[in-house]
């Protein structure tokens, strides 16, 4: 809700992804992936194990629309091909995995934050509807909770939820940046930067 100049989103995720410790696994997944800067700086400045899953192109709500529509998927499969990149950069890919959901003939729209701490034992999740981008800080409406907890029988309940999900996924390799069929047409490429402002 940052068009009304509510920000605590923005602020409780940040202090999440900046108070990561080496003994803490945090988990992220979106349907619709655009990281905005400062959320990616953290995770590639980040010092414990990540793992970030994203919908595949075919996963995509967008996947065989009419028009424009259709090439929605091809837009953030570009984003997360340069998030790859982001990573890969960073020198940061075998502590930062990143994997695509999917499953044939569904549609991907889960999302949300988990940390686990098996040394500690507790749990940190991040439940609603954001997809931790620009559109969701400052365009639309979203409501989080933020759930901590110490339970045994709810740490195994989330955590069997998101194994659920990262069941269906596999790893996201430097051969699916050449993927030509996810590739963005030409004509759309110059538009990038205002698009990604948009999602």
Avoid at 20 to 42: G, R, V
């Amino acid at each position: 809700m940052g068009a009304f100049g509510i920000r605590h989103e923005h602020e409780a995720t940040k202090e999440i992804l900046s108070s990561t410790k080496p003994s803490q696994k945090l988990y992220l997944t979106s349907p619709y992936f655009n990281f905005t800067p400062e959320y990616t700086n953290l995770i590639l400045k980040g010092n414990c194990r990540t793992s970030v899953m994203v919908s595949s192109p075919e996963s995509n709500g967008f996947f065989g629309g009419y028009g424009l529509k259709g090439y929605v998927p091809l837009v953030y499969a570009r984003v997360f091909k340069e998030f790859f990149e982001k990573v890969e950069a960073a020198d940061q890919l075998n502590r930062v995995n990143l994997r695509l959901f999917y499953e044939e003939h569904r549609t991907y729209h889960a999302k949300g934050l988990w940390i686990t701490d098996p040394a500690q034992r507790y749990l940190i999740s991040v439940v609603g509807s954001s997809n931790f981008g620009k559109r969701s800080l400052e365009r639309d409406i979203e409501s989080q909770m933020i759930l901590l907890t110490e339970s045994s029988w709810v740490i195994q309940m989330l955590e069997r939820e998101r194994e659920l999900l990262w069941e269906r996924s596999f790893p996201y390799t430097k051969e699916f940046t050449l993927f030509d069929r996810w590739e963005l047409p030409f004509f759309l490429r110059p538009w990038m930067p205002l698009i990604k402002d948009y999602l």
